[in-house]
């Protein structure tokens, strides 16, 4: 089986987000660490990724997961703030306004995931 044709659940993004929301980064690190290494082309692992990598203060490193979450999903709007907010917070200003503008236009195609 090939790892395109392994996908993410819905629970499972979920319970890794809430372990990020608890604190519990060694336990969402593991469990992202396992998602990516099935699928390491899913733009829901990408985005926890840089979620993980931006609680830790490691802005750069979660700008790239975001950016390759894009890659793979270019509508994926979550993704797409979370990566306007860490611009932002790099303080890179312009860049943050041009993906804050992408994710606004991806907002109204319809696309809110």
């Known amino acids: 089986m090939s790892a395109r044709s392994v996908s993410v659940t819905s629970s499972e ?3 890794i987000a809430a372990l990020l929301k608890e604190g519990r980064l060694a336990e969402a690190k593991a ?3 396992a998602l990516m ?9 990408w985005h926890l990724q840089g979620l993980l990598y931006r609680q830790q203060g490691d802005k750069a490193s979660a700008a ?3 950016n390759r979450a894009l890659k793979y ?3 994926f709007a979550r993704a797409c703030l979370d990566l306007a907010d860490t611009l932002e917070a790099m303080g ?6 041009k ?4 994710w606004l236009r991806i907002l109204q195609a ?3 995931k």
């Open 13 to 15: 993004s979920e319970y």
């Open 31 to 33: 469990n992202i660490d």
């Open 37 to 45: 290494d099935r699928t390491p082309d899913s733009p829901d692992g």
């Open 64 to 66: 790239g997961a975001f």
């Open 73 to 75: 999903k270019p509508d």
């Open 92 to 97: 890179k200003l312009e860049l943050a306004i």
């Open 99 to 102: 993906t804050y503008e992408h």
């Open 110 to 112: 319809g696309n809110v």
